[in-house]
């Protein structure tokens, strides 16, 4: 679930189950900015997922390329909880689906 706060960020919330009419509690609150895959966009390092805008499919989605254009993400999670074979606690998930971004937009080291 999300919502568009201005042109370039938005708010969303993950709950435990896919459908929220299934929820029985929110696991993630979180923030998306607009940017570009790589490390001198990145807003900080507590945004660790980039997400392409033209993916065909969800899963095709995560950052590739330099300079490709999507959102960075930052998960903060609202409890203790497990997923992905791990155990979360409150705040920040630094390791929620981490895609390191190469150091510069153009692609050069």
């Given at each position: 679930?999300?919502?568009?706060?201005?042109?370039?960020?938005?708010?969303?919330?993950?709950?435990?189950?896919?459908?929220?009419?299934?929820?029985?509690?929110?696991?993630?609150?979180?923030?998306?900015?607009?940017?570009?895959?790589?490390?001198?966009?990145?807003?900080?390092?507590?945004?660790?997922?980039?997400?392409?805008?033209?993916?065909?499919?969800?899963?095709?989605?995560?950052?590739?390329?330099?300079?490709?254009?999507?959102?960075?993400?930052?998960?903060?999670?609202?409890?203790?909880?497990?997923?992905?074979?791990?155990?979360?606690?409150?705040?920040?998930?630094?390791?929620?689906?981490?895609?390191?971004?190469?150091?510069?937009?153009d692609g050069s080291t």
């Amino acid at each position: 679930m999300a919502k568009w706060v201005n042109d370039d960020v938005f708010v969303f919330l993950q709950f435990d189950e896919r459908s929220p009419s299934n929820a029985t509690a929110i696991n993630y609150i979180g923030i998306g900015k607009r940017g570009t895959f790589c490390e001198e966009d990145r807003p900080n390092p507590d945004f660790v997922h980039f997400h392409k805008w033209n993916a065909t499919e969800y899963k095709h989605g995560h950052g590739s390329k330099a300079g490709e254009e999507g959102y960075w993400l930052m998960w903060v999670a609202t409890g203790e909880f497990d997923v992905q074979g791990r155990h979360v606690k409150p705040g920040v998930d630094r390791e929620f689906s981490p895609t390191p971004p190469p150091p510069k937009c153009d692609g050069s080291t």
